[in-house]
């Protein structure tokens, strides 16, 4: 007889956006993205972090200073990440599992690749300016979002 107590597809995928953002360096937030296609396939993760050929040893994790000295002006979002990651492939109406909601400019990046939904684990700053441009694109762009229930298991690789 086959287990019934699997994790189902979305907790698999979310499962892989949790660990993709240990990857990252950030000391303060670690996030992951996940891009799956309709038939479940993976086609591309993502984590924060510094861009490619570019020391993360070298260039500042703070979050306050002028601007060029704060990991702001550095620092690639996992879903800019995932889709920059995808390697040329076609993410049209493909879904984005990411463990912190988009901000305005990864935004922009998933409604131009063609994500048609969007699910995340939080909303860290759902008052923010960002994030209130965040939904309105994806309202106008017609992007299905959802909140992630977390269940119990997630604590095990829990970021925050």
Known sequence: MKRHDYITWEEYFMGIALLSARRSKDP???????IVNENNIILSTGYNGMPKGCSDDELPWEREGTFQ??????VCHAELNAILNSDGRSLANSILYV???PCNE???AI???GIKKVIYLED?????DVTKASKRLFKMAEISLREFPNPPFY???SLY
């Open 124 to 128: 860290k700053y759902p008052d923010t």
């Open 99 to 101: 463990t912190c909601f």
């Open 28 to 34: 303060n937030t670690q996030v992951g993205a996940c």
């Open 106 to 108: 990864c935004a922009k």
């Open 155 to 157: 604590s095990e690789l």
């Open 69 to 74: 000295n704060t990991k702001y002006a550095y």
């Open 111 to 113: 409604i131009q690749a």
